[in-house]
């Protein structure tokens, strides 16, 4: 994982053009089948050369939708996230 977008995304289309890498698909493209927008982990590179912090997490009007997950390998990761925010899914943005 990565980023993840959780269940109670909105839908609202505000983090889709925000990332730099395409990494994020509404629902109808969601493979989970999930009624949500998506990430895909093996995509997002937690917006690493990009930005200070996940674009898209600064761009959801949902508090603590977007949450942190495990680094995937192989994928640029950020170093400055405790293990625990990871494991424990803590939201991006900490209001
Ligand atoms: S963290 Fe950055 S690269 Fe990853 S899905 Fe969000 S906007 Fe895209
Ligand atoms: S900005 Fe947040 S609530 Fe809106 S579609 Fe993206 S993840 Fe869902």
Do not use: L, S
Request: aromatic fraction near 6%.
């Amino acid at each position: 994982m990565a980023v993840m977008i959780t269940d109670i995304c909105i839908n609202c289309a505000a983090c889709i053009d925000e990332c730099p890498v395409e990494a994020i698909v509404d629902e109808d493209d969601n493979p989970t089948g999930e009624d949500t927008y998506y990430v895909y982990a093996d995509k997002c590179v937690e917006c690493v050369g990009y930005h200070d912090t996940p674009a898209c997490a600064e761009a959801c009007p949902t508090e603590g939708c977007i949450v942190w997950a495990e680094c995937v390998e192989g994928m640029p990761c950020r170093e400055d996230v405790p293990a625990e925010a990871r494991a424990e899914h803590a939201p991006v943005i900490e209001d």
